[in-house]
């Protein structure tokens, strides 16, 4: 009795609370939020070389997603450090797909025309296979990046297989890298060796990304 | 007259530090304490104490205090869809610790799609630090933390200070006057601890945080937010939504991105609508049981559960049922008929036997009550039916039912002399025989309620300890309650036949439902441990059988001393403590029993539960079907046997591709516990249905019909079965 009493509970309380939410979520859930195991949201851009990019056209390689904004502190730290560097060229050396994307608005903070992205790249040393330029946010909406930076890594068959932070310490400070756990790093490694990926959410960290508001 | 000296060495060029320290050195470190201020572009910040001098033994309060720029704000400990939670590293004399920030309230604070969880205009972090009793008096307390914050408007700033305080010390402390309005308008922002326990749950894309509140408040409250202090438990920016029912008040939201968690914190801030004003109060909630209700200053009306008595009266007629369980009833049977033999007994004495019987019940109840609430705060992942999740206590019990077999046998006849606890139940009349009677119906009726009254105490766990006691009590209340009418109502007990020779007879006969619960309690015990356990359980049956009848043998002259009565008597006491010792040196198998299982005939169909499998499983977008049980589960064997073995079951299994977990909860795990608590349960068995997609669950009732499992599984997974077996 207890039993049925709880469950009927429930259901009512879950019933109300969706007739009375559904105005407020439907715009959220319309937007299928990425989701692991699922296929990641394809999409179509241009990078920083006029030339088109498609998510489909990566199908059979894995591809990692990363969102940056130059003059975000927590970009710094990764940037500053080399270490944002070192794991695109690893990802390079294995055949990963790299795309670097700045969803900056116009006007705010990392914001960067084609020419000054391509010019931050060789500054820093950075080995992006693309950058991708996303002023209008359309693109961090579509996977609902919040952070700079935020990682998502995709299989070679198109399915999410991690979103979340570059790694678990979620801190400003260059000298936390020598302890960090580095999710990605370990995620490409887990799709290399055929494992499930260990970790596939974790918190994304660092500045918010500059949407137009 | 300056009594508190202080210092900072804010962030900036080393060379320029040092500088700073040689000046104040020079200057003979006569700092005031409103210099004592890190200025960074954003932030002005400083460490202050409450007192200006301290004595030994206190917890003194220190306070990082922000003062924000406009616009701009500081980040909680979950700091939401982006930031960093400001941290202190604390620099402390030996002996000296700093406890965790005692966060304020935060606000929402919206950055374009994004919510993040902060602070603005101005914030301040209260830790307490403990000085050790024997600290000198004298020696100034030096006090350095190091604190980082990120600060954001638009842009963010990570930033960081260094503040140093110099507090003396002496006999007794002494509050700095200066600076009382300041720690009490934080603390104002602190939330107070809750006296009611939330209970969190995940359902498809939504969570819900319920709040057990009663109807009057919760009728009152026009505006609820929920923070929980840990990442990925709510989407930070989806709209929060209350509802009330009369359970209480509702929150739910989006779900974040990780799976809903068993154990969470975090604070509620509700509005309260009273006597037509509006009053805002905050709430440190977590699903654990809250300590000592002493702060909760206002609001207290809010606390009371309205449930209680529904958990009461369902734990009474619980109680009331257990009389009939073979593991009780032969016992209840010969106090019961004890009344025909001692029919001249006046009432008064019937009465007083009765109460004393009922006080060893109760308090046997009120004991494991305390064991489990006890293990349950210890931090221990345990349930009810925890009893038989120890092999040393199953074979115990195993024993107690052995021997109370062999006595309605007439194996042994008690007298006087033989001690045991209750065993006199049918030849002695007396007060203690009543009361450990009580005892002995209360240890036997512990294997039955595990499976039984699983769900009215998986209920009562989730309250707070008062009410999980109250509920125990009940329990037991109801398992005295018939011999307790008995004895009052003289004339219920004249209604019962004449004594006769059927009497023994029956008697006999009803030691065979002893004998059978004890061959259960081996059958349990031999999923726990391994062969060599059950052997060992025997043997020390087989002993307990053989001090019996080395204490009965006959001797020349009973009552004189001999050294053939010594003999036996040690003899029997021997083989009596080998027999417990061998109880004792009874171990957990190193198999897990979930192998043992899961591996039984079930020809690969299921897998033993395993947290991040489940997780893995469910984050694919697979249906799942849990199970969830334990060797000593009657319902969940009966159950496996008529509604989860069949062909229909396995087909719509299959059909509908989902993945089957069976959890066993034979031992304790923690992660099976934690599952269980999800769904307000403290014991098995316990049923769950997770549609494909990530849906939401469907818990199936206790007990099962193998239609009413396949229809579950078919609606779940959106397939009907293509050739029905049934």
Not at chain 1, 91 to 110: D, F
Not at chain 2, 380 to 409: C, D, E, K, R
Not at chain 2, 608 to 626: E, H, L, S
């Given at each position: 009795m207890q039993v049925t009493k709880l469950i009927a509970r429930r259901a009512l309380l879950a019933s109300v609370a969706l007739l009375t939410s559904g105005i407020g979520f439907s715009s959220l859930t319309s937007a299928a939020a990425p989701a692991i195991g699922q296929p990641a949201p394809t999409f179509k851009s241009v990078d920083s070389n006029g030339q088109a990019v498609s998510l489909d056209q990566y199908r059979g390689k894995t591809v990692v997603l990363e969102w940056t904004n130059h003059e975000c502190p927590f970009v710094k730290k990764h940037y500053g450090s080399n270490n944002m560097q070192t794991?695109?060229?690893?990802?390079?050396?294995?055949?990963?797909?790299?795309?670097?994307?700045?969803?900056?608005?116009?006007?705010?903070?990392?914001?960067?025309?084609?020419?000054?992205?391509?010019?931050?790249?060789?500054?820093?040393?950075?080995?992006?296979?693309?950058?991708?330029?996303?002023?209008?946010?359309?693109?961090?909406?579509?996977?609902?990046?919040?952070?700079?930076?935020?990682?998502?890594?995709?299989?070679?068959?198109?399915?999410?297989?991690?979103?979340?932070?570059?790694?678990?310490?979620p801190t400003a400070q260059p000298a936390d890298l020598a302890t960090a756990k580095n999710y990605v790093r370990s995620a490409l490694g887990d799709l290399s060796a055929k494992r499930a990926v260990a970790t596939p959410v974790s918190q994304p960290y660092g500045c918010s990304v500059k949407y137009t508001s | 007259m300056q009594t508190m000296k202080l210092s900072l060495l804010s962030g900036g060029h080393p060379l320029w530090r040092g500088a700073m320290i040689a000046l104040l050195m020079a200057c003979g470190w006569q700092a005031h304490a409103a210099d004592a201020v890190v200025k960074t572009d954003n932030v002005a910040a400083r460490l202050v104490s409450e007192h200006n001098v301290v004595q030994p033994g206190q917890h003194l309060a220190v306070m990082l205090h922000q003062t924000i720029r406009s616009g701009w704000h500081t980040y909680w400990i979950n700091p939401g869809d982006s930031g960093q939670p400001t941290a202190i590293t604390w620099n402390l004399p030996a002996g000296v610790t700093a406890d965790a920030i005692q966060w304020p309230t935060p606000h929402p604070v919206k950055v374009g799609p994004l919510v993040n969880y902060g602070y603005s205009d101005s914030v301040g972090l209260i830790s307490t630090v403990n000085v050790p009793e024997n600290w000198p008096v004298g020696t100034p307390l030096t006090i350095t933390a190091e604190a980082t914050w990120l600060v954001c408007e638009h842009e963010c700033i990570p930033e960081s200070g260094t503040f140093t305080l110099n507090v003396p010390t002496a006999a007794s402390s002494e509050v700095a006057g200066a600076e009382q309005a300041l720690f009490a308008s934080v603390r104002a922002e602190q939330p107070v601890a809750a006296t009611f326990v939330p209970s969190l749950s995940g359902d498809g894309d939504q969570v819900v945080l319920q709040l057990p509140l009663t109807n009057e408040v919760a009728s009152q409250v026009v505006a609820a937010q929920f923070f929980p202090a840990q990442w990925g438990v709510v989407d930070h920016a989806a709209p929060q939504v209350i509802t009330r029912d009369t359970s209480g008040v509702h929150i739910a939201t989006k779900k974040g991105e990780l799976p809903t968690p068993a154990r969470f914190t975090g604070i509620v801030a509700l509005t309260e609508q009273r006597d037509g004003q509006q009053i805002h109060q905050a709430y440190l909630v977590s699903d654990a049981t809250p300590v000592a209700p002493a702060?909760?200053?206002?609001?207290?009306?809010?606390?009371?559960?309205?449930?209680?008595?529904?958990?009461?009266?369902?734990?009474?007629?619980?109680?009331?049922?257990?009389?009939?369980?073979?593991?009780?009833?032969?016992?209840?049977?010969?106090?019961?008929?004890?009344?025909?033999?001692?029919?001249?007994?006046?009432?008064?004495?019937?009465?007083?036997?009765?109460?004393?019987?009922?006080?060893?019940?109760?308090?046997?109840?009120?004991?494991?009550?305390?064991?489990?609430?006890?293990?349950?705060?210890?931090?221990?992942?345990?349930?009810?039916?925890?009893?038989?999740?120890?092999?040393?206590?199953?074979?115990?019990?195993?024993?107690?039912?052995?021997?109370?077999?062999?006595?309605?046998?007439?194996?042994?006849?008690?007298?006087?002399?033989?001690?045991?606890m209750g065993s006199q139940w049918a030849t002695r009349s007396g007060v203690s025989g009543s009361f450990f009677t009580g005892v002995l119906a209360a240890v036997v009726a512990t294997p039955c309620t595990a499976p039984f009254m699983a769900t009215a105490v998986g209920v009562a766990l989730t309250q707070s300890p008062a009410v999980a006691m109250a509920t125990f009590i009940a329990l037991g209340l109801g398992l005295a309650l018939?011999?307790?009418?008995?004895?009052?109502?003289?004339?219920?007990?004249?209604?019962?036949?004449?004594?006769?020779?059927?009497?023994?007879?029956?008697?006999?006969?009803?030691a065979f439902p002893l004998y059978v619960s004890t061959a259960w309690l081996v059958w349990v015990l031999a999923q726990q441990s391994d062969a060599n356990g059950v052997f060992v359980a025997l043997l020390g049956m087989i002993l307990l059988a053989l001090a019996i009848w080395l204490w009965n043998l006959p001797v020349k002259e009973p009552g004189k001393p001999s050294l053939r009565r010594t003999l036996q008597v040690a003899c029997s006491l021997a083989a009596l403590g080998i027999s417990v010792a061998l109880a004792l040196s009874m171990q957990t198998s190193n198999a897990p029993a979930a192998t043992q299982i899961a591996g039984n005939k079930e020809?690969?169909?299921?897998?033993?539960?395993?947290?991040?499998?489940?997780?893995?499983?469910?984050?694919?977008?697979?249906?799942?079907?849990?199970?969830?049980?334990?060797?000593?589960?009657?319902?969940?064997?009966?159950?496996?046997?008529?509604?989860?073995?069949?062909?229909?079951?396995?087909?719509?299994?299959?059909?509908?591709g989902f993945t089957y977990f069976k959890g066993d909860w034979t031992n304790q795990n923690p992660e099976i516990t934690r599952l269980l608590a999800n769904f307000d349960r403290a014991g098995v068995p316990l049923y769950v249905v997770y549609p494909a997609q990530g849906g939401k669950p469907v818990v199936l009732p206790q007990l099962l019909t193998e239609s009413l499992v396949v229809e579950a599984l078919q609606s779940a997974s959106g397939v009907k079965s293509s050739n029905p077996t049934t």
């Open positions: 794991l695109q060229k690893e990802a390079a050396s294995q055949g990963v797909v790299w795309l670097s994307i700045i969803s900056s608005a116009p006007g705010q903070q990392g914001f960067v025309n084609a020419a000054d992205a391509n010019r931050l790249s060789k500054e820093r040393g950075a080995a992006p296979a693309h950058i991708l330029l996303d002023p209008s946010g359309e693109l961090g909406r579509l996977y609902n990046a919040r952070t700079t930076p935020h990682m998502f890594v995709i299989d070679p068959a198109g399915t999410l297989v991690y979103m979340g932070g570059i790694d678990d310490k | 702060q909760v200053t206002q609001s207290n009306t809010a606390t009371v559960p309205i449930s209680v008595l529904m958990i009461l009266l369902s734990a009474i007629a619980g109680g009331v049922l257990l009389n009939l369980m073979p593991c009780v009833f032969p016992i209840l049977a010969m106090k019961a008929l004890a009344f025909v033999t001692h029919a001249s007994q006046s009432t008064r004495h019937r009465v007083i036997g009765g109460v004393a019987y009922t006080a060893g019940v109760l308090l046997s109840f009120v004991i494991l009550g305390a064991v489990l609430l006890t293990l349950k705060a210890g931090g221990n992942a345990v349930g009810w039916g925890f009893q038989l999740q120890n092999p040393i206590l199953v074979t115990l019990l195993a024993y107690v039912l052995f021997l109370a077999g062999l006595n309605l046998s007439g194996v042994f006849e008690v007298s006087g002399r033989f001690m045991g018939p011999y307790l009418a008995l004895t009052v109502f003289p004339g219920l007990a004249n209604k019962l036949p004449k004594p006769g020779v059927w009497m023994n007879t029956l008697k006999q006969a009803l020809h690969g169909l299921s897998q033993p539960f395993v947290q991040d499998r489940f997780d893995a499983a469910r984050a694919a977008g697979q249906p799942v079907f849990i199970n969830m049980t334990a060797a000593w589960c009657v319902t969940c064997k009966v159950n496996e046997r008529v509604a989860l073995s069949g062909a229909a079951f396995k087909q719509a299994l299959s059909d509908g």
